[in-house]
């Protein structure tokens, strides 16, 4: 539990994205129809749903890997496991997971994460993604600033959370001290450990409680402590 006067020292908050700054079931329900309609008029198509299943299971299996080159190893995973051609996996990938939901992410945002965003740069509070998949394309459509973004697959971390290598990166390049840092995110088994790794305070989104007025109430209360 964060002591209040944390809170007025706080100089850097890492967040993670996909369930943390969006409603993760919301979009995945849009997509769902998406796919089904796109693909009931292609069944010879099939087996790209097997592809994208096979994908997300293939790294969520891998929590805590390191790699030596993950944004190609992501795909030969599944390659393999399908024996598919490599090719094939990175389109529909591409299509599917890291383009397509990307038009709908503003309409499935928490309200209050853009109040956030803008009052923690008006308080000279730095920010930063962290995620183990590349959000930079998903930030420019929520229209999210931040100093640096950082991915799980990018070539100075090549590790799935809950290794932090990506916090540790992000507060070497910021030059900003543990004990001044906040990651908030959805997943305790990964965002709250990778945290706990790093030797940094951790907040978790409250889904189960009222998720609409988390970031509301947590913008009032980082405003109250810097004025």
Same mark, same amino acid.
């Given at each position: 539990?964060?002591?209040?006067?944390?809170?007025? @020292?706080?100089?850097?908050?890492?967040?993670?994205?996909?369930?943390t700054?969006?409603?993760?079931?919301?979009?995945?329900?849009?997509?769902?129809r998406?796919?089904?309609?796109?693909y009931?008029?292609?069944?010879?198509?099939?087996?790209?749903?097997?592809?994208?299943?096979?994908? #997300?299971?293939?790294?969520?299996?891998?929590?805590?890997?390191?790699?030596?080159?993950?944004?190609?190893?992501?795909?030969?995973?599944?390659?393999?496991?399908?024996?598919?051609?490599?090719?094939?996996?990175?389109?529909?990938?591409?299509?599917?997971? !890291?383009?397509?939901? @990307? #038009?709908?992410?503003?309409?499935?945002?928490?309200?209050?994460v #853009?109040e956030?965003?803008?009052?923690?740069? =008006?308080?000279?509070?730095?920010?930063?993604?962290?995620?183990?998949?590349?959000?930079?394309?998903?930030?420019?459509?929520?229209?999210?600033?931040?100093?640096?973004?950082?991915?799980?697959?990018?070539?100075?971390? @090549?590790? !799935?959370?809950?290794?932090?290598?990506?916090?540790?990166?992000?507060? @070497?390049?910021?030059?900003?001290?543990?004990?001044?840092c906040?990651?908030?995110?959805?997943?305790?088994?990964?965002?709250?450990?990778?945290?706990?790794?790093?030797?940094?305070?951790?907040?978790?989104?409250?889904?189960?409680?009222?998720? #609409?007025?988390?970031? =509301?109430?947590?913008?009032?209360?980082?405003?109250?402590?810097?004025?």
């Open positions: 539990m964060m002591k209040e006067d944390f809170w007025k @020292n706080v100089k850097l908050i890492i967040f993670d994205v996909d369930g700054l969006y409603n993760q079931k919301a979009l995945r329900k849009v997509m769902l998406k796919l089904l309609r796109y009931l008029l292609r069944p010879w198509k099939y087996n790209e749903l097997l592809i994208i299943r096979s994908f #997300r299971r293939e790294r969520e299996k891998r929590a805590g890997f390191i790699g030596e080159d993950l944004s190609n190893e992501q795909y030969i995973w599944c390659s393999n496991q399908l024996d598919v051609d490599l090719d094939l996996v990175k389109e529909v990938i591409n299509k599917w997971i !890291f383009t397509l939901p @990307n #038009r709908y992410l503003k309409s499935c945002m928490y309200p209050g #853009r956030l965003f803008d009052n923690l740069r =008006h308080a000279g509070i730095q920010t930063a993604i962290y995620s183990d998949y590349d959000s930079r394309d998903k930030l420019k459509e929520m229209q999210l600033e931040t100093d640096l973004q950082v991915c799980s697959t990018d070539s100075d971390v @090549n590790a !799935f959370k809950p290794e932090p290598k990506g916090i540790q990166l992000i507060l @070497n390049k910021l030059n900003i001290r543990k004990n001044d906040l990651f908030i995110g959805d997943r305790i088994e990964l965002d709250g450990i990778c945290a706990t790794n790093a030797g940094v305070e951790f907040l978790l989104v409250d889904k189960k409680g009222n998720a #609409r007025d988390f970031f =509301h109430k947590l913008s009032s209360k980082i405003t109250s402590f810097v004025k």
